[in-house]
Each structure stands twice: as structure tokens, then as C-alpha cells.
């Protein structure tokens, strides 16, 4: 009799026992769904734990996990961020691919990240969406470094008027008023200003060169090009490269025979305007004795 009332406890206990068990996974499966919380692009680690604890679940425990749309419904979103943020980062990746500084970066695994992005957004294939965004964040991140390195070596500075001229200057950014000045002290045969001049509402605005005290009329054009270096002379007389987008060409507004210097012929080579370290646009002429950099002349106006 009491080996019979012993062996109906044991049993009472070990099935109370079981049911906790299973209330227990029903639960942590339950709190685990909770805990994702909103979804970002942060959430992968916390809506895979979700989904394991749930998956071990028997389909009879399975319906027992009230808060399980959640889960799907959390699911959904991240990949619909995760296809979004691949596309935003596929965006930058041909932004950055036409960079001028791309062009001296290895980008075998820069090319292959953004392929394999494309091509796994093309076919749907959701399980890799993570693996693609975060393969081609990295590689657009270790390019943008590269670039960023390269500009900084640079004399002038990005201007971010645009994204294919990135150094670029547009005419309502160039002083009303010009009164440019080389930077350092050049020989004679340089402008010792280039100054403009508006003398009439019904005449262009004329540039002036001045050497040796004299210049033609000149008018002038501004041009946006693709980037390209050019070796400039800095403030302490070295020798420094600038990026450079806007290019600026002056011609004679007609012919005026009273100037018979050679040199002022000099003054129809094209230069180019850009922002310096500093923050200055300065303006590039050829050097006007044939060395080859560009004499920097700056305004404060």
C-alpha cells in the first residue's frame, strides 16, 4: 500500500514537474520576443535568439506563445530595413566608385561587395540581406577612409556644391569686387594684380591683369572640369597639389595695340579658382615663367 501511494507521488511530481518545464520555455520564448523591443538595424541578434527559443518549442507549445506575431511581424521589418539599407549603401558605393582618388584604390573587394549586394537584392535573397549590407558598409567605409586620406594631402578643400565637382566654385561664391594678389612675391613678369572692373550697366565686367603696371580688357569664363592636380606654389614658397574643378579662361575684349608685350598673351592660358586649407578661394595662374606650377593670387574681399 505504501509502495503504491509512494509510486502515484512520484509520477504526480514528475509530470508537474514536465508541465513546468514546458510553461518555462513557453515563457523564456515569450520574454525573448519582448526583449527585441524596436526593430532597427541593430535587432538581428535578438530577433535570431527569438526565433531559436521559439523553434524549439513542440507545435503544442508553439500555440501557446500569444506574443509570436510580434516576432513575424519584427522579422518582416528588419528585412525591409536591411533591403533598404543595402540599397542606400549600394547608392554610395557608385558615388564613391567615381570618385577621383577610386581610381589609385584597389577595389577588387570594393567592386565584388557591391556585385554581390546588387545581386542578392535582385534575386530576394532575404537569409544573406545581412551579410551583403554588411560586407559593402565595410568596404564603402574602408574606401571613404582612403579618400579622406588622399583629399587631406590636398591644398585646396571640398567645397560640397557638387558631388561630381567636389572642388568646385560657382560664380555667385567669387568676390563682387576682385582684388587678387600673389601669395608670394613673384618676378616681373607675373600680374601683380588681377583686378575686375564694371564700367558700364550695358558692358561686360572686364578683368585687368596688371604687369608692369598695365593690362588689356579682359573678360572671363568659367568652366567645370573633370577633377585634376595641379602643383601650386603655397605661402612658404613649396611646392604643394591642389584638386581642382572650376577652370577660369580670360580673353581680350579687343584688339588694343597700344599693349605690344609679349607676355601679357600669358594671360589667355586658362587658370583655375578652388578653396585653400584656409578657407580663401584663391585663383591659379600658370606660372608666367615657365616652371611648372601655378601661381596662387588671393583675395580678401
Known amino acids: 500500500m505504501k509502495k503504491s501511494i509512494v509510486l502515484?507521488?512520484?509520477?504526480?511530481?514528475?509530470?508537474?514537474?514536465?508541465?513546468?518545464?514546458?510553461?518555462?520555455?513557453i515563457n523564456e520564448a515569450s520574454r525573448a520576443i519582448n526583449a527585441i523591443g524596436e526593430v532597427s538595424l541593430q535587432s538581428g541578434e535578438a530577433i535570431e535568439s527569438a526565433q531559436a527559443k521559439y523553434d524549439a518549442l513542440t507545435d503544442e507549445e508553439k500555440t501557446?506563445?500569444?506574443?509570436?506575431?510580434?516576432?513575424?511581424?519584427?522579422?518582416?521589418?528588419?528585412?525591409?530595413?536591411l533591403y533598404s539599407a543595402t540599397k542606400k549603401e549600394i547608392e554610395t558605393a557608385d558615388k564613391l566608385a567615381g570618385n577621383y582618388f577610386t581610381q589609385y584604390y584597389d577595389a577588387k573587394s570594393f567592386d565584388a561587395a557591391r556585385d554581390d549586394a546588387e545581386a542578392v537584392l535582385n534575386s530576394s535573397d532575404e537569409e544573406r540581406y545581412s551579410e551583403a549590407y554588411s560586407e559593402l558598409k565595410a568596404?564603402?567605409?574602408?574606401?571613404?577612409?582612403?579618400?579622406?586620406?588622399?583629399?587631406?594631402?590636398?591644398?585646396?578643400?571640398?567645397?560640397?556644391?557638387?558631388?561630381?565637382?567636389?572642388?568646385?566654385?560657382?560664380?555667385?561664391?567669387?568676390?563682387?569686387?576682385?582684388?587678387?594678389?600673389?601669395?608670394?612675391?613673384?618676378?616681373?613678369?607675373?600680374?601683380?594684380?588681377?583686378?575686375?572692373?564694371?564700367k558700364a550697366t550695358d558692358l561686360p565686367t572686364y578683368i585687368y591683369l596688371y604687369i608692369n603696371g598695365s593690362s588689356r580688357d579682359y573678360t572671363y569664363a568659367l568652366s567645370q572640369v573633370p577633377t585634376k592636380e595641379i602643383n601650386v606654389q603655397?605661402?612658404?614658397?613649396?611646392?604643394?597639389t591642389a584638386l581642382v574643378n572650376t577652370e577660369v579662361?580670360?580673353?581680350?575684349?579687343?584688339?588694343?595695340?597700344?599693349?605690344?608685350?609679349?607676355?601679357?598673351e600669358l594671360n589667355e592660358r586658362p587658370g583655375y579658382f578652388f578653396v585653400d586649407k584656409n578657407g580663401?578661394?584663391?585663383?591659379?595662374?600658370?606660372?608666367?615663367?615657365?616652371?611648372?606650377?601655378?601661381v596662387l593670387y588671393t583675395s580678401r574681399g
Open 8 to 25: 502515484v507521488t512520484a509520477c504526480v511530481m514528475l509530470a508537474v514537474s514536465l508541465v513546468g518545464c514546458a510553461g518555462g520555455a
Open 64 to 81: 501557446k506563445v500569444e506574443n509570436y506575431d510580434k516576432l513575424q511581424s519584427a522579422e518582416k521589418e528588419f528585412t525591409q530595413q
Open 139 to 198: 568596404e564603402n567605409e574602408s574606401l571613404q577612409s582612403y579618400i579622406d586620406g588622399e583629399t587631406a594631402k590636398s591644398y585646396s578643400i571640398t567645397t560640397d556644391l557638387d558631388d561630381e565637382c567636389p572642388f568646385m566654385i560657382d560664380e555667385e561664391h567669387l568676390p563682387s569686387q576682385w582684388l587678387f594678389s600673389p601669395i608670394v612675391m613673384q618676378t616681373s613678369s607675373h600680374p601683380t594684380n588681377v583686378v575686375s572692373m564694371k
Open 234 to 240: 603655397d605661402k612658404n614658397g613649396e611646392i604643394k
Open 249 to 264: 579662361s580670360f580673353a581680350a575684349a579687343f584688339d588694343q595695340a597700344v599693349n605690344r608685350d609679349p607676355s601679357k
Open 280 to 294: 580663401y578661394i584663391v585663383l591659379a595662374l600658370p606660372n608666367y615663367d615657365g616652371e611648372d606650377h601655378y
